[in-house]
């Protein structure tokens, strides 16, 4: 199982934000996306400009 090093803080205010009464899980599925989405998309471009500044 893998093992995430966040701070309680951080894991709050996740949770709240994909929280959600109205599901049967207990959190919105298509924020949990949208919030996972955007951040692989800034992790895409830091990625991209570390590549840039590596073969300058």
């Known amino acids: 199982m893998a093992s995430f090093d ?4 951080t894991y709050d205010e996740i949770k709240q934000l994909i929280e959600s009464d109205d599901s049967p899980v207990g959190i919105d599925a298509q924020k949990a996306h949208v919030l996972i989405l955007h951040k692989l998309a800034e992790l ?4 991209d400009r570390m590549e ?3 073969s300058e």
């Open 6 to 9: 966040l701070p309680h803080e």
């Open 44 to 47: 895409e471009k830091r990625l």
């Open 52 to 54: 840039k500044r590596m």
